[in-house]
């Protein structure tokens, strides 16, 4: 399945290079709800958010009332959390904040569940140069994502994992890296991270993975309809 995503920064619609080199810019989110309208799913990132630097809850709002989104960007706190639901998220996308002093911080794993539901949690587990990267992929942890999907499982209904060096660069993603965090989970896995054509897409759902593509789609490079 496809997801097509729609990442918010300074109140309008981007896609960023490796998550910081600015490529496109939409101040009007208006004909992407339009072509995304009729998708089951669609991520929504609220990229002030995740960088604590303010963040577009008004406009999240206003999409999420318009498409069916699943939201992330600053989970830190249950009380993040159960807002951004309030405010008409699906399932909230928890990341950085799951990790704590190099490992899964399962504390706060499981107080989130507890308090949301665990139906409602995306673990969000992005790796780089073979290890977790969290804070902006700026940090990298001495953990591996099967290692960190291994202990999120008890606590999420769905594991977001992305490949970051493969991100926005509209070159492929690494599927193997994508299977190895399918076959180590029960759990649904959707994939990020360089994902660029249908054939991409199909492999990966033959293999029971979604695949949430930005780049790609806001190009025009993958045609939305085939």
């Not at 929504?44 to 009332?65: E, F, K, Q, T, V």
Request: glycine letters at 10%; aromatic letters at 6%.
């Amino acid at each position: 399945m496809l997801i097509p995503s729609i990442d918010l920064q300074d109140g309008h619609v981007v896609q960023l290079v490796q998550g910081d080199r600015l490529a496109i810019q939409a101040p009007d989110p208006e004909p992407w709800i339009e072509k995304f309208f009729r998708f089951p799913r669609v991520q929504l990132i609220d990229l002030d958010a995740a960088m604590g630097r303010g963040d577009n809850s008004s406009l999240a709002a206003m999409i999420c009332r318009r498409l069916p989104c699943r939201v992330g960007g600053g989970i830190r706190t249950i009380e993040r959390a159960q807002a951004v639901l309030d405010a008409g998220a699906h399932a909230v996308i928890a990341s950085s904040a799951l990790f704590r002093d190099g490992a899964v911080d399962v504390e706060f794993a499981r107080a989130l569940a507890d308090a949301i539901g665990a139906d409602r949690v995306i673990a969000a587990v992005d790796s780089r140069g073979g290890h977790v990267a969290i804070h902006g992929w700026k940090t990298l942890l001495p953990i591996t994502a099967v290692e960190a999907v291994a202990a999120l499982e008890p606590y999420c209904s769905e594991f977001l994992y992305t490949h970051v060096d493969k991100e926005g660069l509209m070159q492929g993603t690494d599927v193997e890296a994508i299977l190895r965090v399918r076959r180590a989970t029960s759990r649904r896995v959707t994939a990020a991270g360089g994902i660029t054509t249908w054939g991409e897409i199909d492999l990966l759902d033959a293999h029971g993975v979604d695949a949430v593509v930005g780049m790609a789609v806001y190009t025009g490079q993958l045609p939305l309809d085939r």
